[in-house]
């Protein structure tokens, strides 16, 4: 079955929505300049809310140590999310450290990008495959070019995101056999505004896929 992930999710009903729906992870993105921004306080708030059978990912750009400390203490996520100009020492380190899962993202522009994430074998504990950064880091709704994966091995886990939404993501799956898909900006009705429907479409539509 393809793992689920719904990002940037800030208020409690769309949270429960995606849990209900079936998601495997959700994430809380804590980011000032993005739409979907949550304060400590909040996220901290929402995560009581995240069954143990869900995970937790706290997304984050390149926070230096010791707010990164601070969030880690406030949200107890189970994975960080990496998703700036982190590097493979950095992510180890934070790792290391919080025994805590790390997702680095990777905006993928072409097959060179492609190579060089290799630097984060053993560092990182999952790729996620982004479109390149726009305005925001992530969170962009804008899909890369699914065939730059096309015969691409994977040695270590990965996931795919970028502009996927309840009408693509069966399409995006079939393609690239991605085990877990991650979607944010098509799940709603303006920046930062999730729609229960849209989540809950998304999820019939991978478990469409996965039956098919
Ligand atoms: O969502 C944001 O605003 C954001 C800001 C800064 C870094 C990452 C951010 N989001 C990450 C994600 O939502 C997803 O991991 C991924 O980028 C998919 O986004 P989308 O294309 O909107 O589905």
């Known amino acids: 079955m393809t793992d689920i992930k719904i990002c940037g999710l800030s208020t409690p009903e769309t949270l429960d929505a995606a849990v209900d729906a079936g998601a495997t992870h959700v994430g809380f993105v804590h980011y000032e300049k993005s739409p979907r921004h949550v304060s400590l306080e909040q996220a901290a708030k929402l995560r009581r809310r995240v069954p143990e059978s869900v995970k937790l990912v706290l997304v984050q750009v390149a926070m230096q140590p010791e707010p990164l400390a601070r969030a880690y203490e406030a949200i107890r996520p189970d994975v960080i999310q990496f998703h700036g100009s982190e590097t493979p020492e950095w992510i180890r380190l934070v790792r290391d450290t919080v025994k805590v899962e790390s997702w680095r993202s990777i905006g993928l522009r072409s097959a060179?990008?492609?190579?060089?994430?290799?630097?984060?074998?053993?560092?990182?504990?999952?790729?996620l495959f982004d479109a390149p950064a726009k305005a925001l880091p992530g969170g962009n709704g804008v899909s890369f070019q699914w065939s730059l994966l096309d015969g691409w091995e994977p040695f270590?886990?990965?996931?795919?995101?970028?502009?996927?939404?309840?009408?693509?993501?069966?399409?995006?799956?079939?393609?690239?056999?991605?085990?877990?898909?991650?979607?944010?900006?098509?799940?709603?009705?303006?920046?930062?505004?999730?729609?229960?429907?849209?989540?809950?479409?998304?999820?019939?539509?991978?478990?469409?896929?996965?039956?098919?």
């Open 156 to 212: 270590m886990p990965w996931a795919l995101a970028g502009g996927l939404t309840p009408d693509n993501v069966g399409e995006a799956i079939a393609r690239t056999g991605a085990p877990l898909v991650d979607a944010s900006s098509g799940l709603e009705t303006e920046p930062g505004v999730k729609d229960i429907e849209r989540i809950k479409a998304f999820c019939e539509a991978v478990r469409a896929a996965d039956a098919a």
């Open 112 to 127: 060179e990008t492609l190579d060089n994430a290799k630097k984060f074998e053993g560092a990182a504990d999952r790729l």
